[in-house]
């Protein structure tokens, strides 16, 4: 096999990945693009199909699968970062409390920007923390527009509810009192990629003392504006890529 890695099993299933490039591919037509058995052909296909690097069309017929998507806004997270910093100083700055910016990863969120207030009581949670995804308005956001079955089992043992979240995707926004930590209060909304995924959330933390008991009210519509910032940074970039790839193909 061309370009092989010495790692049979993937070099086929890249094969079959690249024949679906050229579009949706019944067995038969998989079979003749890759040149692969057709068992063969047939069980990596469905194993891709599993881990939803492959789907199906209404056809029937295999598709690249979304998990790819996925993975290239993942790619692009250095350009989140880096336009993170400025609209999370901006958070910080108008709203006189923390600002952090958290990604999915599996059961947990992780911190990946943060804009801490320089004097005062603060809620630190410093770049590159681990937080549960079972507490806090941050693990709402990044659990509220996930598929059904996964935010079924993401909702085992988590301090707030399915009508939460529904409440969450109502709003656009999660807030959330002393869920996570007691004294706390935080304010989340959602960061977009290109394909309309929840790729991130942004959020506000502090005492209760300042953000009350009804933080939404107080600071909801300034955090949707910082992550819609995110969200456009992302589409922008997105369309960028898509011109320059048109522009190297023409």
């Known amino acids: 096999m061309d370009n092989s890695s010495g790692v049979g099993v993937l070099d086929k299933a890249a094969t079959v990945l690249g024949a679906l490039e050229a579009g949706p591919a019944t067995l038969a037509q998989l079979v ?7 068992p063969t052909a047939h069980r990596l296909a469905v194993a891709l199909e ?7 069309d209404m ?10 998507g996925e993975l290239a806004s993942a790619a692009g997270e250095d350009r989140l970062l880096a336009a993170a910093g400025p609209v999370l100083g901006a ?6 409390e923390s600002a952090q910016l958290f990604r999915r990863q599996g059961d947990q969120r992780i911190c990946v920007a943060a804009a801490e207030r320089p004097v005062g009581l ?5 770049v590159g923390a681990t937080l549960s995804m079972l507490a806090g308005s941050a693990a709402q956001v990044l659990l509220a527009w996930e598929e059904p079955d996964r935010l079924h089992r993401g909702l085992q043992g988590a301090s707030f509810t399915a009508t939460a979240l529904s409440g969450v995707r109502r709003r ?19 960061v977009r990629g290109p394909s309309g995924r ?20 107080l600071h909801a519509a300034t955090v949707v504006a910082g992550a819609n910032k995110l969200t456009e940074v992302l589409r922008r970039h997105h369309a960028m890529q898509q011109q320059q790839q048109q522009q190297q193909n023409a």
Do not use: C, K, M, Y
């Open 32 to 38: 003749g693009a890759t040149g692969l058995a057709r």
């Open 50 to 56: 599993h881990h939803r690097l492959v789907s199906r």
């Open 59 to 68: 056809q029937g017929r295999f598709v690249l699968g979304p998990r790819l």
């Open 91 to 96: 958070l910080r700055d108008h709203t006189n």
């Open 122 to 126: 603060r809620d630190s949670i410093p």
């Open 172 to 190: 656009g926004w999660a807030q959330s009192v002393a869920e996570r930590e007691p004294g706390v209060a935080s304010v989340s909304a959602p």
């Open 198 to 217: 929840v790729v991130a959330a942004v959020s506000i933390s502090g005492p209760i003392e300042r953000l009350s008991r009804q933080p939404g009210r």
